[in-house]
């Protein structure tokens, strides 16, 4: 059964009546970090080149999608700077006629060399993920060395121009407490967007647990013991994850993106192309949608899109973390791209 415009250039619309504008792109599932709560510390099978869409894929699969109203783009992954010569994907993807926004998701660690060619080559927007300011938490975290890289990468980023930067902070429990404090403190004297992502059950460990989420209400409380009392902010998008706040100084704002306290999925405009190809409809989604079958067996752009719409339309009103038939999904953070 499909959706009845699934033929033509309508909106791609799911069963709840929410519209998809927004498409995550998974560039790789590679990363030269390995962050406990994604990926697994040692023996990881990556995959190989061979299966891994072409630059070239991707852009057809985002030009087939643009006229049914994908506009917004997120690239990431693994780590998408890992990813040889990434600035000619962002080139080629702001050109598609549609595409409103480009934005990139990075752990930083390769920013201060590809800063310039990436604004150059168009990139709206960049978050780059930091959960510590602290060297050794950092090499705990992430079983690597690199703080000082990825401060570098911020600074560099904001000196050829990016403004807005956004910085991503793990919510877990018994680990960013500390963390709190000084990343607010950073990202309020360097301009930058700091938010707070809960835990999810994605890490390949799967050592995650209900208790293990530090929730979004419990950061207000210890910002505002910090800060004084943060102001909420008017969300202009509807489908925009984090709950932002305004520091009582008027200096800066903050995110909390509360996926397991507070779910959105209601307002949730997005779908997500892992770096095979495969088309998800949900981070928590267990099915998965072949695309790169298609792409590289001539199929028409009308049968892509109507296998989109398929995915569309089986997804679920919401991913039921808390439900007791809670299933994980097979994968990954890093094999779906977060
Ligand atoms: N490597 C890039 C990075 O770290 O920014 C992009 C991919 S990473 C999977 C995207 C985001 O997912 C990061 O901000 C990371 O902190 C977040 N993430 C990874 N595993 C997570 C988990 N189990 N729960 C919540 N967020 C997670
Ligand atoms: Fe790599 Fe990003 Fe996963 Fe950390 S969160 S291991 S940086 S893909």
């Not at 998974?26 to 970090?33: L, P």
């Not at 510390?41 to 985002?62: A, Q």
């Not at 602290?134 to 060395?145: M, P």
């Not at 004084?228 to 800066?252: C, I, K, W």
């Given at each position: 059964m499909t959706l009845g415009n699934s033929e033509g250039l309508g909106p791609i619309v799911d069963r709840f009546g929410r519209v998809h504008t927004a498409m995550r792109i998974s560039v790789t599932d590679r990363c030269n970090i390995r962050c406990f709560y994604c990926m697994p510390n040692e023996s990881v099978r990556f995959l190989p080149n061979k299966e891994i869409l072409s630059f070239e894929e991707i852009v057809s699969v985002v030009e087939m999608l643009s006229p049914l109203g994908v506009k917004k783009l997120r690239i990431t992954g693994g780590?998408?700077?890992?990813?040889?010569?990434?600035y000619k994907l962002i080139r080629n993807l702001v050109a598609i006629?549609?595409?409103?926004d480009v934005a990139l998701t990075t752990n930083g660690i390769l920013l201060k060399d590809q800063a310039q060619s990436l604004y150059e080559a168009g990139l709206h927007r960049l978050n780059v993920s930091l959960d510590t300011l602290d060297e050794s938490l950092f090499e705990r975290i992430t079983?690597?060395?690199g703080l000082a890289r990825v401060l570098q990468g911020i600074e560099q980023a904001q000196n050829v121009g990016f403004s807005k930067i956004r910085l991503n902070a793990i919510a877990m429990a018994e680990l960013t407490e500390t963390e709190i404090v000084p990343l607010a403190d950073f990202a309020r004297k360097n301009n930058l967007e700091l938010r707070f992502i809960e835990f999810m059950p994605l890490d390949a460990e799967e050592s995650w647990q209900p208790g293990k989420v530090l929730t979004g209400a419990a950061i207000k409380g210890i910002i505002e013991d910090a800060f004084g009392l943060l102001e909420p902010v008017e969300s202009t998008e509807p489908s925009q994850p984090a709950r932002n706040f305004r520091y009582a100084d008027g200096m800066g704002q903050i995110g909390l993106i509360n996926s397991v306290s507070e779910p959105f999925c209601s307002s949730c405009n997005r779908l997500r192309l892992t770096a095979e190809g495969k088309l998800r409809?949900?981070?928590?989604?267990?099915t998965e949608w072949d695309l790169r079958d298609l792409l590289r067996s001539g199929a028409s752009v009308e049968a892509i899109r109507h296998r989109v719409r398929e995915c569309v339309e089986a997804k679920k009103q919401s991913h039921g973390i808390d439900g007791h038939d809670f299933q994980r999904p097979a994968k990954a953070m890093y094999q779906i791209g977060g």
């Amino acid at each position: 059964m499909t959706l009845g415009n699934s033929e033509g250039l309508g909106p791609i619309v799911d069963r709840f009546g929410r519209v998809h504008t927004a498409m995550r792109i998974s560039v790789t599932d590679r990363c030269n970090i390995r962050c406990f709560y994604c990926m697994p510390n040692e023996s990881v099978r990556f995959l190989p080149n061979k299966e891994i869409l072409s630059f070239e894929e991707i852009v057809s699969v985002v030009e087939m999608l643009s006229p049914l109203g994908v506009k917004k783009l997120r690239i990431t992954g693994g780590e998408p700077l890992v990813r040889s010569q990434l600035y000619k994907l962002i080139r080629n993807l702001v050109a598609i006629p549609g595409i409103e926004d480009v934005a990139l998701t990075t752990n930083g660690i390769l920013l201060k060399d590809q800063a310039q060619s990436l604004y150059e080559a168009g990139l709206h927007r960049l978050n780059v993920s930091l959960d510590t300011l602290d060297e050794s938490l950092f090499e705990r975290i992430t079983r690597r060395t690199g703080l000082a890289r990825v401060l570098q990468g911020i600074e560099q980023a904001q000196n050829v121009g990016f403004s807005k930067i956004r910085l991503n902070a793990i919510a877990m429990a018994e680990l960013t407490e500390t963390e709190i404090v000084p990343l607010a403190d950073f990202a309020r004297k360097n301009n930058l967007e700091l938010r707070f992502i809960e835990f999810m059950p994605l890490d390949a460990e799967e050592s995650w647990q209900p208790g293990k989420v530090l929730t979004g209400a419990a950061i207000k409380g210890i910002i505002e013991d910090a800060f004084g009392l943060l102001e909420p902010v008017e969300s202009t998008e509807p489908s925009q994850p984090a709950r932002n706040f305004r520091y009582a100084d008027g200096m800066g704002q903050i995110g909390l993106i509360n996926s397991v306290s507070e779910p959105f999925c209601s307002s949730c405009n997005r779908l997500r192309l892992t770096a095979e190809g495969k088309l998800r409809n949900c981070l928590f989604s267990t099915t998965e949608w072949d695309l790169r079958d298609l792409l590289r067996s001539g199929a028409s752009v009308e049968a892509i899109r109507h296998r989109v719409r398929e995915c569309v339309e089986a997804k679920k009103q919401s991913h039921g973390i808390d439900g007791h038939d809670f299933q994980r999904p097979a994968k990954a953070m890093y094999q779906i791209g977060g």
